[in-house]
């Protein structure tokens, strides 16, 4: 019988916080009167934030396992990357619940089991950063996965939705299935392992054709999850059909904790120099799968019409560019750097994305879907209209292209230089290529706020919320705010990646 | 006080940003460009106390310096200074904001507030990138000068203005995204030698670089600059760009924004990669000359008013590059000196241009013609104006024109004679075009009855140009002030690359600047005393042509010259 200390639950705070949270909000909601829901956003952030604060004192901490069993190797690590993503999370929750309060409110589909279950994919988000067992990760995986595909069919009325919740039912279902595969092809191949330092140690001496099998089985389970090319096919539509803010948590959380295992499991378990290697090591195969995914994302967002699709196309480029990341920790000597870029680029994409597909949920139509919902149209003149909104948006769109002063420009920034430190030379190129083709439909957006007037039948936009309008103004600000002041989460990010070592 | 001395750059950067927040406070209307306008008064009050804190004399590279950790686990830093020719950039860019947003009264008269706040944040990227001495400081006001600039292009711009602002936009990043790269990959290079890595200018000026690697490296940053300036044959976003911008937007970007580039190779590209520099010298000088030619050719062939100054700006700068690329005292100074006077004569004809804009609502050659007698005055302005833009002696163009060329003549360029000559008739075809516009446009009989009514510069006007054509004559007929604040920089520059090879740089013997004898002879005993005056080298410069000079004279402009300059 494994005995648990009191530092396992100190550093399991931050997930059993927000399980807790999702309990409450289901037992109130039956309890209250149901017109009253307007707390239940607030009640998501608070959960989000008490949670958020839990992992604070992750971030500093020397790492040691937690959930350890005698003779393997522990299921889990409380240590600065995993307290790093637990915050990305919870930020994430945290406003996109505002966002949906709003969101949902004005479409009268106010209900607990939607924040409930915000929370309990966010504490499955929180636990996946902090797993160091292939079992764990694929629980913690599920955790996450299963109630998102609850969400995205939250609002199934209507052709899109309905394609979107199923496409992301089954092709989640698939990849955690090809996930699970490969693990079970490593256990096989290390002779009964499942933890990643004991793989490591399994591994030291080469590996064989099975071991290659696995790996490469684990890693397109991942590349599905984070929506990376060729693997991207659902996330245009599931991100275009999912009700906006659940996109929005989508984008930020799943890709936020998808990358963070990912990374772990590939520096921790298969580091080693014949396995990581550029040539001829998994880190050649992140190096191709970046490129394909930074050329497929930019250059599908082009003909966009659709502000929310070509949004859906923009997190599968910025997945290429995480994924650029992860390609130069191959190198031993970069990892630590790589790590503080994958981790800076998250937030970024946290405050940025998040804020992009909010300004989306604000302006869509109160009726539902509908082939203009989301047409550019609908942000002709809007910097007339809704100056502040125009003003957010255009920031996001900034930060998006990876422009100065934003978090996206020194997300880029670190990323661009892990892979010049790991001399991946023409993947920093094609990066840099990829930003301009993306300059393109990011300027769009602006280009129709500012200089563009609606035509036709006049745009009708839902009134501004108050909640959706404060997630708004905090993502605005973080965007700034990182680009200005790197330093307040840089320094977190490097001290937290210290552990991939290099 | 001695704090706010230190940190005078800064403050000075930095007010016009919070004069932008200030706006976002205030309600539509005049009231914002009337905050507008005060902050860049107050902005160029404070930039003169600059002048009076710079110490021509000192030895220091850079003065005013702060260097504070910006993201110190990056190695990125605060890090700001000018040197003299950056302090006169400052003063040209604080001088000529007020009069441009005073100047936008008239033109802008939709959304005013905003107009505002992105001429203020424009004021201070600009700034900045001139003060910055970090390379991501001064990446981020590099790029942050685009949005701003993109926005006043694309919303108060005219009919075609999307398509130009975007153009514009692009261009510029695709440059300046492969100097990004760049600069990450010398970033990497300074923690090469065991130490910590910095992005810092002194750090990327004291890398040894391979000589291929120089190759890549400088073509990267050059690209970008070569877009900014624009050098041909990467300039074909400008015309679009001016012709669509409003008339305040096509000042600030003909005056200052194109000095980007000139001032990017000035202070990073060549001091970087002096090997590069020399190798794909012949590259630079031969773009520059056929800028000169073929904007030139195509202003003659332009119909539209603001396409033909935008086309006659590829044209000047060209002038600037080849003297910057002379790699001698006169040329480089001559540099110097011609970016100040475009921003000046450009400018202010650009201004000309919206005026005249307002009144007719055109802005093709053959809408007017003869109106010299309905607007008198207007035409003696834009007379004077253009006499400046073509070099005549006693404006400040000829000034910076005489000293490039004979900067390129006496130079250890290879085929520099060749070279300067093809640039003079540039000089030619410049008299050819901007007088024929004139000539067009102000003289004979009034061919439109609608021009006949058309009114005379108001008190307004005269307050906006008023200030340019003053400048013009003063820079004109007096450069010795402007020439010795940049006398030591300008020096400083061409040793730093004759140090690497004085076979190709620095002021050959023969010639008039004498900075290269003095390094080379400090005995002295080669040159009479009184002519190696110090610290300003440029006065004998102005005055020696009589001694030395003749020579040149043949070729450059006119014999009558050399006296005139310097009285």
Redesign the interface.
């Known amino acids: 019988m494994p005995q648990y200390s009191s530092t396992d639950f100190l550093a399991l705070a931050p997930v059993l916080i927000l399980v807790l949270g999702g309990l409450v909000l289901l037992m109130l909601e039956v309890f209250q009167d149901s017109s009253k829901r307007g707390y239940q956003a607030w009640f998501t952030t608070a959960v989000a934030g008490l949670a958020g604060l839990a992992a604070l004192p992750l971030l500093g901490s020397d790492p040691h396992p937690i959930l350890a069993v005698e003779g393997k190797a522990a299921f889990a690590v409380a240590d600065g990357f995993g307290g790093f993503i637990a915050l990305i999370v919870c930020l994430g929750l945290g406003l996109s619940a505002l966002a949906a309060g709003g969101f949902l409110q004005a479409r009268d589909a106010d209900r607990g089991e939607f924040y409930a279950l915000a929370m309990f994919s966010a504490a499955g988000m929180a636990l996946l950063g902090l797993s160091t067992d292939l079992l764990l990760i694929f629980i913690a995986i599920e955790i996450m996965s299963i109630p998102i595909y609850a969400l995205a069919a939250y609002m199934r009325k209507g052709a899109k939705p309905a394609e979107a919740a199923f496409k992301y039912f089954i092709l989640g279902a698939f990849s955690t299935a090809i996930y699970i595969y490969g693990a079970a092809l490593i256990f096989g191949a290390t002779g009964g392992k499942t933890g990643l330092s004991d793989i490591a140690i399994a591994v030291q001496s080469g590996g064989s054709l099975l071991l290659f099998a696995g790996l490469a089985l684990v890693a397109v389970g991942f590349l599905f999850k984070v929506g990376a090319a060729p693997f991207h096919m659902w996330a245009p539509d599931v991100y275009e059909g999912s009700p906006t803010p659940v996109t929005a948590f989508m984008a930020v959380g799943v890709k936020a904790a998808g990358f963070a295992a990912m990374v772990r499991v590939f520096v921790v378990g298969f580091g080693g120099e014949h396995l990581a290697n550029l040539e001829t090591g998994w880190g050649n195969l992140f190096a191709i799968v970046a490129l394909i995914t930074m050329v497929v994302g930019n250059l599908l967002a082009v003909p966009q019409r659709s502000v929310k699709r070509m949004l859906a196309y923009s997190a599968i480029a910025h997945a290429g560019y995480l994924l650029l990341g992860v390609a130069a920790a191959g190198a031993p000597e970069v990892r630590a750097a790589a790590g503080?870029g994958i981790l800076f680029y998250l937030a970024a994409y946290t405050f940025t994305g998040f804020g992009a597909f909010a300004v989306v949920s604000a302006l869509e139509r109160l009726d539902g879907e509908g082939p203009m919902s989301w047409d550019l149209d609908r942000f002709a003149g809007l910097?007339?209209k809704r100056p502040a909104l125009a003003i957010a948006m255009?920031l996001f769109m900034?930060s998006l292209a990876g422009?100065?002063?934003t978090a996206g420009?020194?997300g880029k920034?670190?990323i661009?230089?892990a892979a010049?430190?790991a001399k991946l030379?023409t993947l920093?190129?094609a990066g840099?290529?990829t930003?301009?083709i993306s300059?393109?439909y990011y300027?769009r957006v602006?280009?129709y706020m500012?200089?563009?007037e609606s035509e036709g039948t006049a745009v009708v936009l839902p009134e501004p919320r108050m909640n959706a309008a404060v997630a708004l103004a905090i993502a605005a600000v973080g965007t700034l705010g990182l680009g200005l002041l790197?330093?307040i989460l840089?320094?977190a990010a490097?001290l937290s990646a210290m552990i991939l070592g290099g | 006080m001695g704090a706010a001395l230190h940190n005078l750059l800064s403050i000075i950067t930095f007010l016009p940003l919070l004069g932008a927040l200030v706006l976002l406070f205030v309600p539509d209307g005049k009231v914002g460009r009337g905050v507008a306008f005060w902050t860049s008064v107050v902005t160029f009050l404070v930039s003169l106390g600059l002048l009076a804190g710079f110490d021509t004399a000192s030895t220091q590279a850079f003065q005013f310096e702060v260097n504070v950790p910006w993201v110190e686990s990056a190695g990125i830093g605060y890090h700001v200074g000018i040197d003299g020719v950056t302090l006169l950039l400052i003063l040209l860019t604080t001088f000529l904001m007020p009069i441009v947003i005073a100047s936008a009264k008239s033109g802008i008269t939709t959304r005013i507030k905003e107009f505002s706040l992105a001429m203020l944040v424009l004021e201070t990227a600009m700034l900045g990138a001139f003060i910055s001495l970090d390379m991501v400081l001064f990446y981020v006001f590099w790029e942050l000068m685009l949005i701003p600039m993109f926005l006043i292009i694309g919303v108060w711009g005219s009919e075609n203005r999307i398509y130009a602002a975007v153009k514009f936009f692009i261009y510029t990043m695709v440059g300046s995204l492969l100097m990004l790269l760049a600069i990450l990959y010398m970033y990497w290079l300074t923690g090469q030698g065991g130490g910590e890595r910095s992005f810092d200018y002194f750090a990327f000026l004291a890398l040894e670089i391979a000589p291929q690697v120089q190759i890549f490296l400088f073509l990267a940053f050059a690209i970008a600059f070569a877009v900014k300036v624009p050098m041909f044959p990467v300039h074909t976003w400008l015309p679009d760009a001016h012709v669509q911008a409003p008339a305040p937007g096509s000042v600030v970007l003909a005056a200052v924004l194109l000095k980007m580039g000139t001032y990017g190779f000035y202070r990073f590209a060549f001091p970087f990669f002096p090997h590069a520099t020399f190798e794909l010298r012949w590259l630079i000088v031969a773009l520059s000359v056929i800028g000169i030619i073929y904007g030139s050719l195509m202003c003659m062939a332009q119909r539209d008013m603001k396409k033909l100054i935008a086309y006659s700006s590829v044209a000047h700068l060209g002038f600037v590059m080849l003297g910057l690329s002379a790699f001698t005292t006169a040329g480089a100074s001559g540099a110097v000196y011609q970016m100040l006077n475009h921003g000046i004569s450009t400018g202010a004809l650009f201004l000309l241009v919206g005026m005249l804009y307002e009144r007719r609502g055109s802005r093709l050659i053959a809408d007017y013609g003869g109106i010299a007698k309905v607007v008198p005055a207007f035409a003696a302005v834009w007379l004077i104006v253009t006499l400046s833009s073509i070099g005549l002696p006693g404006t400040n163009g000829f000034v910076g024109e005489f000293l490039i060329l004979s900067g390129t003549f006496f130079s250890k360029m290879p085929k520099g004679m060749m070279w300067g000559t093809l640039a003079t008739s540039g000089v030619v075809l410049g008299a050819v075009y901007m007088l024929w516009m004139y000539q067009r446009l102000w003289q004979g009989k009034v061919t439109k009855k609608e021009n006949e009514n058309i009114h005379d510069l108001t008190l307004r006007e005269w307050m906006i140009v008023g200030p340019l054509v003053a400048l013009i004559f003063v820079m004109g007929l007096y450069p010795t002030p402007f020439l010795k604040l940049a006398a030591p920089s300008v020096d400083r520059f061409i040793s730093q690359l004759e140090k690497h090879d004085s076979t190709l740089a620095g002021d050959p013997p023969a010639s008039i600047g004498a900075k290269a004898m003095e390094a080379k002879a400090p005995t002295a005993a080669l040159e009479p005393a009184e002519l190696r005056v110090n610290p300003d080298q440029i006065k004998p410069f102005v005055r020696r042509p009589q001694a030395v000079l003749p020579k040149a004279l043949p070729v450059g402009d006119g014999a009558a010259i050399p006296g005139q300059g310097q009285r």
């Open positions: 503080e910097g007339k255009t900034v422009i100065p002063p420009f020194i920034l670190y661009f230089r010049i430190d030379y920093a190129i840099i290529l930003s301009v300059l393109y300027l602006v280009v500012y200089m563009r790197p330093s840089g320094d490097q």
